[in-house]
């Protein structure tokens, strides 16, 4: 029998006396209010209201109805499924009411402020290759595997890496800005840089920074490089070249790792786009939105979701 039990529980709350945020799901038909639509997704296709309460609504049938609540407010605890590094190793979110949900679709993304959600799928020096199951049931994270074997980078990643509910990277989608590349037809990942080895499944409030366009065998893989507001230098860094100032080096580690963790498999080198540099926070948060919108798309099956789980 598969162990159980309670790994961590993460608050991602928003801060007292913010007006509640009703995310996406919403129980009448989708319509966002143009007054509340702010450049770069600033709302993260979620709009505001005055009701202090919100409730997680999870159908339990084969398909997520668009009328779902998203969580607001909630005490999210993370359960452990299976022996870690195994092949039936499973880490499920529950809500207050020990109600499963998905992190990648039920956690809200935006903050207010220019402030996300990031969700921790493998903590800084650590070997195991972690992420959202996209294609299971409530997208639990587990570690990805390669005909049958269970994956593992060739050296521990120096950050702590996962990432922002709520975004899709649409494979039907050529970006002309990155060599005309198709999205990589998952979450965007994130480059969290403080200094704390986080836990897989926390949820943690960040901001983003930079964004470096990562071209994976001919796919698009965005990785925004973001800071946990808990970090002591969280105050000091705000866009890019504040990340150079006071963590010299670290955007060009960031972008070495992502470009050579393959070369010990015999496979070729990642290439990057936007010029083989970082872009700062303002195309960082473009790339956040546009990926918001496209996740938008894919829950309300304005696009095929393929084998991906919507719920």
């Not at 890496?161 to 039907?172: I, M, N, S």
């Not at 990057?272 to 872009?279: H, I, Q, R, S, T």
């Amino acid at each position: 029998m598969a162990a159980t039990r309670m790994l961590t529980t993460a608050a991602v709350a928003a801060s007292a006396g913010q007006t509640t945020t009703s995310c996406l799901f919403t129980n009448r038909p989708f319509l966002l209010p143009t007054t509340t639509r702010k450049p770069y997704g600033f709302n993260g296709l979620c709009f505001n209201n005055n009701k202090r309460s919100s409730s997680l609504v999870v159908n339990s049938s084969n398909k997520r109805p668009f009328s779902c609540n998203a969580i607001y407010n909630p005490q999210v605890q993370t359960i452990q499924e299976g022996q870690s590094e195994s092949l039936d190793y499973r880490v499920f979110f529950q809500d207050a009411s020990g109600k499963k949900v998905s992190p990648w679709h039920d956690i809200p993304l935006h903050l207010g402020d220019g402030i996300f959600h990031f969700i921790v799928e493998i903590p800084k020096e650590s070997r195991a290759k972690m992420e959202v199951a996209t294609d299971e049931s409530f997208t639990p994270i587990k570690q990805d595997t390669k005909k049958g074997k269970l994956r593992y980078y060739p050296y521990n990643i120096n950050w702590n890496y996962g990432l922002f509910p709520q975004t899709w990277e649409d494979p039907t989608l050529a970006n002309t800005e990155v060599e005309g590349a198709f999205g990589d037809n998952d979450p965007v990942d994130v480059v969290e840089i403080g200094e704390s080895q986080r836990k897989t499944g926390e949820v943690l409030k960040v901001k983003p920074l930079a964004a470096l366009a990562m071209i994976d065998e001919g796919e698009l893989d965005w990785k925004i490089v973001a800071i946990s507001l808990d970090d002591p230098k969280a105050h000091l860094v705000n866009d890019v070249d504040d990340v150079e100032k006071h963590f010299p080096g670290t955007l060009t580690a960031i972008r070495d790792w992502f470009r050579d963790y393959k070369i010990p498999d015999g496979k070729p080198a990642n290439k990057f786009g936007l010029g083989n540099k970082p872009a700062n926070k303002d195309y960082a948060l473009k790339i956040i939105h546009e990926t918001n919108e496209s996740w938008a798309k894919l829950v309300k099956r304005s696009v095929s979701p393929g084998e991906l789980s919507l719920f």
